[in-house]
């Protein structure tokens, strides 16, 4: 029974991995050039990026925000929640960041959340910078990989993603791929 179950399963992985073939791109980024850095760290050669899908939205006071207006300058977007774990141990770092880098744009895209909690959360963190409320995850969705919690990118000033960390990001993995972006221009 045992050996009928392993090769049920060998037989199930190798249907999926022929089953994409060619199609999926070698660095996991499904089109988007992502070459991983280090673990949890893609980082996008500058003739390789695709441009941001749209993100606009109500931010939690309820004024509308798109990415589009932050065109122009290098942007950080950060997918968090405020009972995700992960999200709590990594808000401290980047509310100290968006601080010390003005010429750099944060943005918050806040899942699947209440308003109260994410207010409380922004509040707590002495989060600088506006997040734009995604209820459903309809918003997330449409990124590259859809983002699980938390998730951040960064996009060069021309709107195209330059890079994607997945799980907590710390300002010292941050610090060198703004670097490198300002050094493009």
């Given amino acids: 029974m045992g050996l009928l179950a392993l090769m049920m399963a060998l037989s199930t992985v190798l249907a999926a991995c022929s089953a994409h073939g060619n199609a999926t791109d070698a660095t996991g980024g499904d089109g988007y050039g992502f070459v991983?850095?280090?673990?949890?760290?893609?980082?996008?050669?500058?003739d390789?990026?695709?441009?941001?899908?749209?993100?606009s939205g109500r931010d939690l006071d309820g004024k509308t925000i798109?990415?589009?207006?932050?065109?122009g300058r290098v942007?950080?977007?950060?997918?968090?929640a405020s009972w995700c774990a992960p999200c709590r141990a990594e808000t401290p770092g980047l509310a100290k960041l968006a601080r010390q880098e003005p010429s750099v744009a944060f943005l918050g895209v806040n899942e699947k959340d209440g308003t109260s909690s994410a207010k409380a959360f922004v509040r707590d963190f002495g989060t600088p910078?506006?997040?734009?409320?995604?209820?459903?995850?309809?918003?997330?969705?449409?990124?590259?990989?859809?983002?699980?919690?938390?998730?951040t990118f960064v996009l060069d000033p021309d709107g195209r993603?330059?890079?994607r960390f997945t799980g907590g990001v710390l300002p010292e993995d941050l610090t060198p791929v703004l670097t490198r972006l300002r050094a493009e221009t």
């Fill in 75 to 80: 942007v950080v977007v950060n997918f968090w």
């Fill in 66 to 71: 798109s990415l589009v207006s932050l065109r």
């Fill in 48 to 55: 390789r990026r695709h441009l941001a899908p749209p993100l």
């Fill in 129 to 151: 910078y506006p997040s734009i409320v995604d209820r459903l995850g309809t918003l997330a969705a449409g990124w590259p990989v859809a983002p699980g919690l938390p998730s």
């Fill in 36 to 46: 991983q850095q280090s673990a949890g760290t893609d980082y996008v050669a500058a």
């Fill in 161 to 163: 993603i330059a890079a």
